[in-house]
């Protein structure tokens, strides 16, 4: 299998934004296709979890194609839930790797910010099993269910679930990228109001807007794809096997190092999927960065802070530089990218290997994307 | 607190591997293996349970859900009236009402009960009597609009 490079990357600030998701899109192509070099690519990958129903938009590759002025450019649009810019990572890279395509702008985003919460909510509680969305069941209501169980089996703290979130507010302040740029005290996080019982507010992630792009190239630049992978677990999470762990993080991850032919012991920094703040230490440990159960003790003791041992979202993860569906899975490679390359001013740290996982749906189609300096 | 209603639940079952699901579904999700009817004992224990203060339209809230396994093995979701005194672990009765499930606890003087009911005839009536009485008390809870 041939080398997959990234030879550019690129994103527009994430929170409220008024202009259209085409434009943000075009924003984060043009800056990740100006630092490659290249003017146009053999092939776009665009993704976007729901723009029918966030703007009643369709044929959405088209779309964005033709407003960059790439009319020409074959273009297709991924989607799988909340990790489809990290299936467009996946999609982009399997199109270099097999020959069919040399250049291929990844690009990603959506557009939320314009509708109220609730309707959010229920547009987003799509990706649910039919079935437990009848009762009522969000993702935060999963989150929830999964965040009890977790706690009653392992012991962690509310303490630590809420420290994950000081620490990535923390990192956020120092990246001009993030939604939110303010710090939260952990008092204020545990006191925060309950959303879905023992989750508070501060451990959910806010609805923004914002895109994300990457270049993959077959020639050679300051970054290479090591490894990257997919798992899958049953839609319904009430025939899971495990609710402690995500099965889908575990096969991606376990794939991704397979190609990388190297293990969790070379990662030196990760972005991972806090869309709950829970979630970054399930994500720690099914990954192999953490043995089980040490995460949250990890996280109070500041080993994953921007200073500590591996520095863990240090964009500010989806907790706090947020999370546009479509954008996010692109935009966690960005990071490392930055920070592979020295570009993350006031929030860089010293690493040459980076991981990043997303999780689609409540974890039903999750990816994990290993990336290595040249 | 009116004596615990016990439903039987219809689910599937697949025939390779075991699994049961609630609702019954067409195929095992973990093999492509047409799945057997069954019919399920609304007797479980709860794996894990939420209270939401934001549900989605349509629901009321604090809105109660948990995560319950049946005896049978298949796992479901279901609405509650409170999860005070509930645990992880905690035994609960599934009743349905107009096809939506509902956990109440079992206590221990609940347990007895079902215990005498399996023995005889007029455990059966009473138990009848109850759950007319019950369903009555359950209908309308926990939901704003109907189906």
């Not at chain 1, 779309?63 to 990290?86: M, N």
């Amino acid at each position: 299998m041939a080398s997959v490079w990234i030879s550019g990357a690129g994103m527009t600030p994430f929170g409220r934004r008024t202009q259209s998701l085409p434009d943000l899109m075009a924003d984060a192509a043009r800056a990740a296709l100006t630092a490659s070099g290249i003017e146009v690519p053999d092939a776009i990958v665009v993704a976007t979890m729901n723009p029918e129903e966030f703007l009643g938009e369709g044929n959405f590759a088209s779309r964005i194609a033709t407003h960059l002025g790439f009319a020409y450019v074959p273009a297709i649009r991924v989607e799988t839930a909340t990790s489809s810019g990290a299936a467009a990572i996946f999609a982009g890279f399997t199109a270099v790797a097999s020959g069919t395509a040399r250049a291929v702008l990844v690009v990603g985003g959506e557009r939320m910010t314009h509708l109220p919460t609730p309707r959010v909510s229920e547009i987003i509680g799509r990706s649910i099993d039919p079935y437990e969305r009848s009762y009522g069941a969000t993702m935060p209501a999963l989150a929830g269910l999964i965040t009890r169980a977790l706690m009653a089996r392992s012991g962690l703290s509310a303490r630590e679930i809420s420290q994950v979130a000081v620490k990535n507010h923390a990192n956020a302040v120092r990246n001009p990228y993030a939604h939110f740029r303010a710090p939260v005290a952990l008092a204020a996080v545990m006191a925060s109001r309950l959303v879905a019982d023992p989750l508070r507010l501060f451990h959910c992630c806010p609805i923004s807007d914002g895109a994300a792009a990457l270049v993959l190239t077959a020639s050679r630049a300051a970054v290479r794809i090591a490894g990257i992978g997919q798992g899958t677990d049953a839609l319904a999470v009430r025939h899971r096997q495990e609710l402690t762990s995500f099965r889908a993080t575990q096969a991606a991850a376990k794939a991704a190092f397979a190609m990388a032919g190297f293990g969790a012991d070379r990662v030196e920094v990760a972005e991972v999927h806090d869309a709950f703040t829970p979630f970054e230490l399930i994500a720690l440990e099914d990954t192999g960065l953490f043995p089980p159960g040490a995460a949250g003790r990890a996280t109070l003791d500041g080993e994953t802070a921007l200073d500590g041992r591996l520095p863990v979202n240090p964009s500010g993860g989806l907790k706090a530089r947020g999370h546009p569906l479509g954008a996010t899975g692109i935009a966690q490679v960005v990071e490392l990218v930055w920070q592979l390359t020295g570009q993350a001013a006031d929030r860089q740290v010293s690493a040459h290997v980076g991981l990043a996982q997303s999780i689609g749906g409540l974890a039903t189609n999750n990816f994990v994307t290993l990336v290595e300096a040249a | 607190m009116p004596p615990p209603v016990i439903d039987q639940i219809q689910g599937s079952r697949c025939p390779q591997c075991g699994t049961a699901v609630v609702p019954p579904a067409r195929f095992c999700p973990w093999h492509p293996v047409a799945m057997a009817p069954v019919s399920l004992t609304g007797l479980g224990e709860i794996v894990t349970f939420t209270t939401l203060h934001s549900p989605p339209e349509g629901f009321r809230s604090p809105l109660h859900i948990a995560l319950v396994e049946l005896q049978g093995g298949a796992r479901l979701v279901c609405h509650g009236e409170a999860t005070r005194g509930i645990r992880i672990g905690s035994r609960v009765a599934i009743e349905a009402v107009d096809r939506v499930y509902y956990f109440a606890h079992l206590g221990a003087l609940d347990r007895a009960r079902l215990f005498w009911r399996r023995a005889g005839r007029r455990g059966e009536r009473l138990e009848a009597i109850a759950r007319s009485w019950a369903k009555r008390l359950w209908k309308g809870r926990g939901r704003d609009t109907g189906e």
